[in-house]
């Protein structure tokens, strides 16, 4: 894979628009993940922390240069890589674990939007880089051949896990709520299209419908744990831009308003998006929806 993102390019990322200053980081992680360039993800990350440190921002471009030279390093010299990565964050802040939450919240997201193998290889990627105090806390491995045996959870390797959100429903009431509350998160971005748009998809085949209803909107895009409503919208946004799928782009640019984006931002996402898919080599068939 080649190197996409120097430390000019993260500067401009950082400094796109004022109304993504909380946002950029992930827009252009999950871009560079729908468009196969998960490589470029550990700079966003590493950059987005040291930003989140007091008076960051009068050193914003030595860092981005900091950044952008530790990937690099890292690559040179694998045998450093641990060193390299974990000095700087032995106590990490609160920020710190907020941010390495939020990217893989965001990364996750786009698993059901971009496929699954994009998103295994983005957050594979982020993991490789992510300081060992900000990974997800794992006491045990999962063993699939023990899980099957004895009838356990084949799916989760600590009870208490910080990454374990209200995704995972046991039972037939708690799936009953999921369901419900994706249900109403769809309503929200769809609003007076909503029923069109379910009996279209219903009537190309029930199971698109089912599929979308109970395992994508349910469990994944209405879970705000981690990511608020709007968050996720602007993560929807970016991860659609790439495709080419313009019938979905323009729902949910709409849906973004519907669910109380401001309008400015969700057009400076949408451009943010369209600019690394650009450095990453994507070509579109025609003009890209907007607002």
Same mark, same amino acid.
């Given at each position: 894979?080649?190197? =996409? &993102?120097?430390?000019?390019? *993260?500067?401009? /990322?950082?400094?796109?628009?004022?109304? !993504? +200053?909380? @946002?950029?980081?992930?827009?252009?992680?999950?871009?560079?993940?729908?468009?196969?360039?998960?490589?470029?993800?550990?700079?966003?990350?590493?950059?987005?922390?040291?930003?989140?440190?007091?008076?960051?921002?009068?050193?914003?471009?030595?860092?981005?240069?900091?950044?952008?030279?530790?990937?690099?390093?890292?690559?040179?010299?694998?045998?450093?890589?641990?060193?390299?990565?974990?000095?700087?964050?032995?106590?990490?802040?609160?920020?710190?674990?907020?941010?390495?939450?939020?990217?893989?919240?965001? =990364? &996750?997201?786009?698993?059901? *939007?971009?496929? /699954?193998?994009?998103?295994?290889?983005? !957050? +594979?990627? @982020?993991?490789?880089?992510?300081?060992?105090?900000?990974?997800?806390?794992?006491?045990?491995?999962?063993?699939?051949?023990?899980?099957?045996?004895?009838?356990?959870?084949?799916?989760?390797?600590?009870?208490?896990?910080?990454?374990?959100?209200?995704?995972?429903?046991?039972?037939?009431?708690?799936?009953?709520?999921?369901?419900?509350?994706?249900?109403?998160?769809?309503?929200?971005?769809?609003?007076?299209?909503?029923?069109?748009?379910?009996?279209?998809?219903?009537?190309?085949?029930?199971?698109?419908?089912?599929?979308?209803?109970?395992?994508?909107?349910?469990?994944?895009?209405?879970?705000?744990?981690?990511?608020?409503?709007?968050?996720?919208?602007?993560?929807?946004?970016?991860?659609?831009?790439?495709?080419?799928?313009?019938?979905?782009?323009?729902?949910?640019?709409?849906?973004?308003?519907?669910?109380?984006?401001?309008?400015?931002?969700?057009?400076?996402?949408?451009?943010?998006?369209?600019?690394?898919?650009?450095?990453?080599?994507?070509?579109?068939?025609?003009?890209?929806?907007?607002?």
């Amino acid at each position: 894979m080649s190197r =996409i &993102l120097t430390a000019q390019r *993260l500067i401009q /990322l950082s400094q796109f628009h004022p109304k !993504l +200053h909380k @946002l950029w980081y992930l827009v252009a992680a999950v871009t560079f993940s729908v468009c196969n360039q998960p490589q470029e993800i550990p700079k966003i990350y590493h950059y987005a922390l040291a930003l989140c440190n007091e008076n960051a921002h009068i050193h914003r471009i030595t860092l981005a240069g900091r950044a952008n030279d530790l990937v690099d390093q890292c690559v040179q010299r694998p045998d450093l890589k641990c060193t390299l990565v974990n000095e700087h964050y032995l106590q990490p802040t609160k920020l710190h674990r907020e941010l390495s939450r939020k990217f893989r919240e965001s =990364i &996750l997201k786009t698993g059901p *939007l971009a496929g /699954l193998p994009r998103a295994i290889n983005g !957050l +594979h990627h @982020l993991k490789e880089y992510t300081p060992a105090p900000l990974l997800p806390r794992v006491v045990r491995e999962i063993d699939p051949w023990h899980a099957f045996v004895n009838n356990d959870r084949p799916f989760c390797s600590n009870e208490e896990s910080e990454t374990m959100t209200d995704r995972v429903a046991e039972t037939e009431e708690q799936r009953e709520q999921q369901t419900q509350r994706g249900l109403s998160h769809w309503n929200r971005i769809y609003n007076k299209v909503s029923q069109r748009i379910i009996n279209n998809m219903n009537s190309s085949y029930p199971d698109l419908w089912y599929y979308t209803l109970v395992h994508v909107y349910g469990p994944m895009l209405s879970n705000d744990s981690v990511l608020s409503a709007e968050e996720t919208s602007f993560i929807v946004i970016a991860a659609l831009v790439p495709q080419d799928v313009n019938p979905q782009l323009k729902g949910h640019l709409r849906g973004a308003i519907n669910i109380g984006c401001d309008r400015e931002a969700i057009e400076a996402a949408r451009s943010l998006a369209i600019l690394v898919a650009q450095w990453c080599g994507v070509s579109w068939s025609g003009d890209i929806v907007k607002l």
